[in-house]
C-alpha cells in the first residue's frame, strides 16, 4: 500500500519558518514527481509547490516564491518544504502528494496524497 505521511506542522507566530516534511513508502519514490498542496477553511485545495524526480527542477505558485522552498531526498523517501516568513493568509492544512505526470499543477493531476499536516500561523 502507498502511504504519504505529513509531519511538521504546528502553531508559528507571523514571521517565523516551519519545515514540513512527507515520507514516501510503497511506490518507486524517485519515478515520481512530488508536490504540496493546501487547503484553508472555506477555499479550494490550491497547489503551492512541486519538485521533479531529480529534485533538479522546481515549481512554485506565485505567491510563496521566495518563502517556501521545495526539496527531496531519493534516498530517504522524503520530500520537504521549508516555509519561511509565515503569514496568517498561510494558515491552512498542508498535503503532499504522488504523480507520474511530468508537471502537473491540479490535484486532478496526482494519484497519491497524505493525510495533511496543519499549519497555523498567529498575527
Known amino acids: 500500500q502507498v502511504h504519504l505521511v505529513e509531519s511538521g506542522g504546528g502553531l508559528v507566530q507571523a514571521g517565523g519558518s516551519l519545515r514540513l516534511s512527507c515520507s514516501a513508502s510503497?511506490?518507486?519514490?524517485?519515478?515520481?514527481?512530488m508536490g504540496w498542496f493546501r487547503q484553508a477553511p472555506g477555499k479550494e485545495r490550491e497547489f503551492v509547490a512541486r519538485?521533479?524526480?531529480?529534485?533538479?527542477?522546481?515549481y512554485y505558485e506565485d505567491s510563496v516564491k521566495g518563502r517556501f522552498t521545495i526539496s527531496r531526498d531519493n534516498a530517504k523517501n522524503t520530500v520537504y518544504l521549508q516555509m519561511n516568513s509565515l503569514k496568517p493568509e498561510h494558515t491552512a492544512l498542508y498535503y503532499c502528494?504522488?504523480?507520474?505526470?511530468?508537471?502537473?499543477?491540479?490535484?486532478?493531476?496526482?494519484?497519491?496524497w497524505g493525510q495533511g499536516t496543519q499549519v497555523t500561523v498567529s498575527s
Open positions: 502528494a504522488a504523480s507520474l505526470e511530468v508537471a502537473p499543477v491540479t490535484a486532478g493531476g496526482y494519484t497519491y
Open positions: 510503497g511506490l518507486e519514490f524517485e519515478h515520481y514527481t
Open positions: 519538485i521533479n524526480w531529480s529534485g533538479g527542477i522546481t
